[in-house]
């Protein structure tokens, strides 16, 4: 389904869709062990193809029964497809089309991010969009120490770098107390 959407809407890569599995599905999927147990809402912003935002709401329907998910997505068409392949796989979400900057506040419990932008500029829009106590968490690559440098003049906040379980280069970036201030 992804490969036949993403030839018209650019979903991702081309040259990626040889090696979703493990590009996109896997290094979406791992971000679960960095969801808190007792989360009850989670928001991926520019959710695009739905990495990681609808693999996790398919994981979270065994791992986290409770979590509510919210995609969020700009472009209209791509947030089709995050509805039609929600109901393909018979996972119960929200698609909210809007841009995470327009979009009032969700107070959400955890929010999430892959590739939407550095980490300078993710870190202020999750902070709009956690509850006090909530966590950010961004899978990020190489330049990952480079962004995350940058993203401490963004404000005062708790920051641990996980390995990624995809690429050796990259880290889970798990983000607490943005919302605490």
Excluded: Y
């Amino acid at each position: 389904m992804l490969a036949r959407w993403s030839s018209r809407i650019n979903l991702v890569a081309p040259t990626t869709l040889a090696d979703l599995r493990e590009r996109h599905i896997l290094d979406s999927a791992q971000l679960l062990a960095h969801i808190p147990e007792d989360a009850r809402s989670l928001c991926d912003l520019g959710s695009g193809a739905g990495l990681p935002g609808l693999v996790l709401a398919v994981l979270a329907v065994e791992f986290r029964p409770k979590l509510c998910t919210e995609l969020v997505e700009a472009d209209r068409r791509k947030a089709v497809f995050l509805r039609e392949a929600a109901r393909s796989m018979d996972v119960t979400l929200r698609v909210l089309v809007a841009r995470a900057e327009d979009l009032p506040a969700r107070a959400a419990d955890v929010v999430t991010a892959r590739g939407l932008a550095p980490l300078a500029r993710l870190v202020p829009l999750a902070r709009r969009h956690l509850r006090p106590g909530g966590r950010a968490i961004f899978p990020k690559g190489a330049n990952w120490e480079k962004e995350a440098r940058e993203a401490r003049a963004t404000g005062t906040f708790t920051m641990a770098a996980a390995p990624s379980l995809t690429d050796p280069a990259a880290r889970i970036l798990v983000i607490d107390g943005l919302a605490d201030v």
